[in-house]
């Protein structure tokens, strides 16, 4: 299998804190506007550079996406960003009303998703996030997966016209894909080619999705690698590519079973390609207090539950 090292764990939040400089940085028009969340959402750069294009907007989520949507109206490019549990839930109204409806171009970006935002616990958590988001005609749902990719992610959803929902992570996680790459919004990336089991992944279980692969080849098993980074618009042709040569799919996610990537993916294949699907998710429950370690074993989404979900999908072939 192709080999992927880990060049040291940095937050993904911090990618985009990275990213949302850079975009400033070649766009005048980008705008920064959080709920009383500047470090939580690693902004501290942004501000620094271009003080007079950030707005503190207190803890008002409500109001600052309806200010935000009046800024893009006007040609301005915000991001609007706090926790992804209250920038979703506590303001999906405005999201659907003011950002989505009228196809205003707002950039939702959401930090400490999943269950890896670890000890505070099912009030802080979300696992229902990307149903919600990808509910709305004509929003894109990027999930990346490393600090690298959601800086990338981060300078194309900049560029993209339209509402976006950019969903990262509190914890320090591997980095291990190309510095310099080029976002592609759309695009599945495919880690590794194998022939047995196709293995979709995304956010970080892609890393997970790796480490179970070394455990499968050790075993004969070739498993191939996907990262699905965009959940919306979704990469129908590269998964479905996938699945003709392997016959047999994983999907993994730090998310419920309920209108996640796994659902997404069976509607594609029932369509084009029926397979046989494991699924890798939270199931139909809430977050808890514990380390983002012990909370991706207590859930079933670490490295070996994703190898044991490959082992039965290729047996079953």
């Known amino acids: 299998m192709k080999k992927y090292t880990d060049s040291g764990k940095k937050d993904t939040r911090s990618g985009f804190g ?3 400089a850079e975009a400033g940085r070649r766009n005048p028009d980008v705008i920064a506007m959080t709920a009383d969340l500047l470090g939580s959402l690693k902004m501290e750069e942004f501000v620094a550079e271009f003080p007079e294009r950030f707005i503190q907007c207190g803890i008002g989520e409500a109001n600052m996406v309806g200010t935000a949507a009046g800024l893009a109206i006007t040609g301005k490019v915000p991001f609007v960003g706090s926790f992804a549990e209250f920038v979703t839930g506590r303001v999906y109204d405005q999201i659907r009303q003011e950002v989505a ?7 939702i970006a959401s930090s400490h998703a999943g ?8 009030t802080h958590q979300t696992m229902e996030d990307i149903a919600l988001m990808r509910a709305l005609p004509g929003m894109v749902v990027i999930n990346p997966c490393d600090y690298n990719q959601t800086k990338a992610a981060t300078i194309a959803a900049a560029e993209y016209k339209g509402p976006v929902y950019l969903r ?14 080029k976002f592609e919004i759309g695009k599945a990336v495919v880690m590794n080619e194998g022939k047995d089991v196709s293995i979709f992944a995304t956010g970080h279980l892609v890393w997970e999705a790796l480490k179970a692969c070394e455990m499968l080849e050790a075993e004969g098993i070739e498993a191939e690698i996907i990262d699905i980074a965009t959940i919306k618009p979704l990469d129908r042709e590269t998964i479905v590519a996938s699945v003709k040569k392997t016959g047999a799919v994983v999907v993994a996610e730090e998310h419920n079973m309920a209108g996640g990537l796994g659902e ?13 699907i494991a699924f890798v998710n939270g199931g139909d429950r ?4 514990g380390t983002p370690a012990e909370l991706l ?21």
Do not use: M
């Open 18 to 20: 990275a990213g949302l």
């Open 101 to 107: 409806y009228g196809r205003t171009n707002v950039k």
């Open 115 to 122: 269950i890896t935002l670890g000890e505070d616990g099912a």
């Open 168 to 181: 990262f992570g509190r914890p320090g996680w591997p980095n291990f894909t190309d510095p310099d790459q």
């Open 264 to 276: 997404l993916i069976a509607g594609v294949l029932a369509e084009e390609c029926p397979a046989r």
């Open 286 to 289: 809430f977050g808890q207090s």
């Open 297 to 317: 074993r207590e859930y079933g989404l670490d490295a070996e539950h994703i190898a044991e979900a490959a082992r039965k999908a290729a047996a079953s072939r």
